[in-house]
């Protein structure tokens, strides 16, 4: 059955979700599911707009091919060639092999490396500044390498003040109905998602998100077109906004998050105490979370969120606890910079993993470890509790 959606006279959503995906890209959790979306736009000329992700490609077609009723498919604009995004495009070809495959100069070359697309298949490559007339519209293209992929170009449509803005401005979670993100509640169910979804994904790429971002408020933008989650219609600026932090490596919040590993408890027990202390003290809002029992993704998520950072660092093997350095070296690739660390090391007998941690944190920008930076050994003693004070008071007095 048709599922396409009408979004405006002549431009329909005929993407669809997948709740049964477990992990995205193999590695992230996605519990909520996953939106892949395409559109139609139907003028003098016809154009898909990107392809989906092949677990929801039979349907994809089906709502293409009846929407067109018959009429030929002139272009495919392909902005991203991501898998999720270009793994139907052979299904298209096959029933609409005439269509002029339209994509970056690098986009046609990564397109033959993932797929052996007919040879006789057209291309027309563009690059920023050139257009696509296809009757009363016209496609503008904008180059946004690295956001998220080097290839990357998005597009805007000038008569209706469309952006189609590929990776960017999406968020992990399935469509349930509604498009639009003015139909959700989107600060309480989707806006934890959609950090965690830009920082695991683009969160790298800060310096070309704030290139695109100098390009799009040049534009005039009535609708966000992209290729995860809601449509953009009311707001945009709220959610720019969240991208101009995310992608400056600004926090969004002056919160504490804790992460702790702990094999045994003990560490767990010095990471409640020190929790409890700083509520005592006033600070709201202390997220904490074990390092062993929380997928990375969402720990990268709250650290871009976050502007002080304890870390509980047992220390494993003459080195460091490896769901911690794994952490660590996740933020790090995520080039996150400008936190407030304080650091709270354990071991039995030789203490290693609170240098380990200092460096790793010494090539990442811009960021800061409070003193006093604390050991323990095995377990904290309440003679210690003053050192947990004493630490206390300095983020207290950093936040
Ligand atoms: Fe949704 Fe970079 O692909």
Redesign the pocket.
């Known amino acids: 059955m048709n599922t396409s959606r009408q979004i405006k006279d002549n431009l329909w959503y005929i993407g669809a979700s997948d709740r049964r995906l477990a992990l995205f890209e193999n590695m992230m959790p996605v519990p909520q599911g996953t939106s892949y979306n395409s559109y139609l736009l139907i003028d003098e000329k016809t154009v898909l707009l990107d392809t989906v992700d092949q677990s929801i490609s039979a349907q994809f077609l089906e709502n293409l091919t009846t929407l067109l009723k018959g009429r030929t498919l002139d272009y495919i604009i392909i902005h ?1 060639v ?1 898998p ?2 270009l793994a139907s495009l052979n299904e298209v070809l096959v029933r609409f092999p005439k269509a002029t495959i339209v994509c970056s100069m690098q986009a046609a070359k990564l397109i033959k490396q993932f797929m052996d697309i007919p040879e006789d298949a057209n291309f027309q490559t563009v690059k920023e500044g050139d257009k696509l007339l296809i009757g009363k519209q016209t496609f503008n293209f904008i180059g946004a390498q690295m956001v ?2 080097p290839e990357v170009l998005v597009s805007y449509e000038s008569s209706e003040k469309i952006l189609f803005s ?2 960017a401005f ?1 968020t992990f979670g399935a469509l349930s109905g509604n498009l639009f993100a003015d139909e959700l509640d989107f600060d309480l169910d989707w806006m934890n998602e959609a950090r965690r979804y830009y920082t695991n ?1 683009v969160g790298k790429y800060g310096c070309q998100v704030q290139n695109l971002l100098k390009k799009a408020t040049a534009l005039d933008i009535s609708m966000i077109c992209p ?2 989650g809601p449509i953009w219609r009311q707001d945009l600026a709220k959610f720019i906004e969240k991208y101009d932090f995310w992608s400056r490596y600004e926090p969004e919040d002056r919160e504490i998050l804790i992460i702790y590993g702990s094999m045994y408890g003990h560490t767990e027990s010095a990471a409640m105490v020190l929790s409890g202390l700083l509520a005592d003290k006033g600070c709201k809002n202390i997220k904490m979370f074990d390092v062993s029992a929380t997928h990375v993704s969402y720990l990268v998520s709250e650290s871009f969120r976050c502007s002080h950072i304890v870390l509980f660092a047992p220390t494993y093997n003459g080195g460091l606890y490896p769901p911690m350095e794994n952490y660590l070296l996740d933020i790090k690739a995520h080039l996150l910079q400008n936190r407030v660390f304080a650091l709270i090391e354990n071991s039995s007998w030789a203490p290693v993993s609170g240098n380990a941690v200092k460096t790793i944190l010494s090539e990442m920008k811009n960021t800061t470890i409070l003193e006093p930076v604390i050991s323990f050994k095995s377990s904290m003693k309440d003679s210690q509790r003053a050192e947990l004070e004493e630490l206390a008071d300095a983020i207290v007095k950093s936040i």
């Open positions: 991203h991501e999720d995004h998220h992929w590929a990776d999406g994904i290729l995860h």
